[in-house]
T-cell receptor, first 111, second 115 residues
Framework: DAKTTQPTSMDCAEGRAANLPCNHS???????VYWYRQIHSQGPQYIIH???NNETNEMASLIITEDRKSSTLILPHATLRDTAVYYC????????????FGTGTRLTVIP | GAGVSQTPSNKVTEKGKYVELRCDPI?????LYWYRQSLGQGPEFLIY????????DSGLPNDRFFAVRPEGSVSTLKIQRTERGDSAVYLC?????????????FGPGTRLTVL
């Protein structure tokens, strides 16, 4: 599975959109982009995943560039409860069974 | 419905002791995973079960670590002769079928402290 690069930390004002970037320049054609988040003292929580089309669900939107080398997770109206570490993971259908988390982006939502 | 549960939530033990950590996956989930998370790091894969069998144990750090899932539901992670470096949060996750493409549902973890 391809590796990902994320900023170590980001801040976002409460009520504003939080845009979390992820670089996955070595992604291959059958690999999906997954996002999980981990709120302090909890287990990771699935957010969203996509292959090449943009995806939206009740939690977030995932924008994948046309060349699929990067993506952005968007939380449209960040709340204090969105403060967490966000992990971008690339995983193929024929790839490893496990998720490779890396160190993620620590998002702090500021009142 | 009930999520993944793990017991105990906290475990303190002394160096050299044996510990068992339990995971109850979501009912009906055939896939089960164990991860370990050290302070400031993301979770690291340990072992994956499909049903009763360990389909991938490549993440177990050494032979002191062992996991079982005898009836294809509850799993137990066993650590022999614990060392201080084993201190971490041990996370369990389950998913409904084959892992590829399916999201994993995580439990709250067991915080193990080896004194």
């Amino acid at each position: 599975d391809a590796k990902t690069t994320q900023p170590t930390s980001m801040d976002c004002a409460e009520g504003r959109a939080a845009n979390l970037p992820c670089n996955h320049s070595t992604i291959s054609g059958n690999e999906y982009v997954y996002w999980y988040r981990q709120i302090h003292s909890q287990g990771p929580q699935y957010i969203i995943h996509g292959l090449k089309n943009n995806e939206t669900n009740e939690m977030a939107s995932l924008i994948i560039t046309e060349d699929r080398k990067s993506s952005t997770l968007i939380l449209p109206h960040a709340t204090l409860r969105d403060t967490a570490v966000y992990y971008c993971i690339v995983r193929g259908r024929g790839g490893a069974n496990n998720l490779f988390f890396g160190t993620g982006t620590r998002l702090t939502v500021i009142p | 419905g009930a999520g993944v549960s793990q017991t105990p939530s906290n475990k303190v033990t002394e160096k050299g002791k044996y510990v068992e950590l339990r995971c109850d996956p979501i009912s009906g989930h055939t896939a089960l995973y164990w991860y370990r998370q050290s302070l400031g790091q993301g979770p690291e894969f340990l072992i994956y079960f499909q049903g009763t069998g360990a389909a991938d144990d490549s993440g177990l750090p050494n032979d002191r670590f062992f996991a079982v899932r005898p009836e294809g539901s509850v799993s137990t992670l066993k650590i022999q002769r614990t060392e201080r470096g084993d201190s971490a949060v041990y996370l369990c996750a389950s998913s409904p079928g084959t892992p590829r493409g399916n999201e994993q549902f995580f439990g709250p973890g067991t915080r193990l402290t080896v004194l």
